[in-house]
């Protein structure tokens, strides 16, 4: 089962997050030499970026994190729909050749996640598994994540690091995402569960072993494969938890 973290506010979840990304990433640097961050778009992580730009940005050696995007919308790269640039502009920027990291989300998206899968194929391990240390995942308020969307086949993807989408149900259309495959190899994974909105998938999630929202089923892939999942909720998104 994921271990599941309570907080008061946003503010608080972004402040755990940024305190426990820091020493995840500073222990696999310790451990393998490197460590490879699958970040997350949408707007629940972006207060961590900044806590850890402004307070933890000196305990973590930049130069040997890879970072990777969880999912990324088809738009130019100035485009403020852009979850690299989100992140880019209050954390990346102050990392030395993070940009050469980005995906060529200004290409069509079927082009874009061909040339991010051959970017990642670099990181894998002898058996193509994607190494990855640490991920950060949102959730949307259908169960969504990444851009793997409820009563979709993509979640099913298993033989492709990276995929396109063409026909988001969330704007804006086009996009690539990770699939499960690019988690199977994850070793610390932080969900962000921050908003009232999104209660009761939450409560579906933890409530329900079997439940098949994607950030449930993506939840429990990880942890079958050996990865430690951790819910981040602040109060509004711990609403509808049965054990309150
Ligand atoms: C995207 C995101 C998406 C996001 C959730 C939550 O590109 O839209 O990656 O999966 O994580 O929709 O979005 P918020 O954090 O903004 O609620």
Redesign the pocket.
């Known amino acids: 089962m994921p271990t599941v973290e309570r907080f008061d506010t946003k503010a608080d979840v972004a402040e755990a997050a940024a305190r426990g990304i820091t020493s995840q990433l500073s222990a696999a640097i310790e451990r393998r030499g490197e460590a490879t961050w699958v970040i997350?778009?949408?707007?629940?992580?972006t207060d961590a970026y900044t806590v850890i730009a402004e307070k933890y940005f000196s305990e973590v050696d930049w130069s040997k994190v890879t970072f990777i995007i969880?999912?990324?919308?088809c738009v130019p790269d100035d485009d403020p729909d852009s979850?690299w640039l989100q992140a880019h502009n209050r954390l990346l920027h102050l990392v030395a050749g993070s940009s050469s990291q980005r995906p060529p989300t200004s290409k069509p998206a079927d082009e874009a996640a061909d040339a991010y899968s051959a970017l990642l194929k670099t990181k894998t391990d002898p058996s193509g598994r994607l190494e990855v240390d640490v991920a950060w995942?949102?959730?949307?308020?259908d169960g969504?994540?990444?851009?793997l969307f409820p009563g979709r086949s993509e979640i099913g993807v298993l033989d492709r690091l990276v995929i396109p989408i063409y026909d988001?149900p969330?704007p804006p259309p086009s996009?690539i995402t990770l699939t499960l495959s690019a988690l199977k190899n994850a070793r610390d994974t932080t969900i962000?569960g921050?908003?009232g909105?999104?209660a009761d998938v939450i409560a579906t999630a933890l409530g329900d072993e079997q439940a098949d929202l994607p950030i449930a089923v993506t939840s429990r892939f990880i942890e079958s494969n050996g990865g430690a999942v951790t819910w981040l909720l602040d109060d509004a998104g711990a609403s509808k938890l049965a054990h309150r």
Do not use: Y
């Open positions: 997350a778009g949408g707007t629940s992580p969880g999912d990324e919308r979850n995942l949102g959730l949307g308020e969504h994540t990444l851009s988001s969330k996009r962000f921050v908003g909105g999104k």
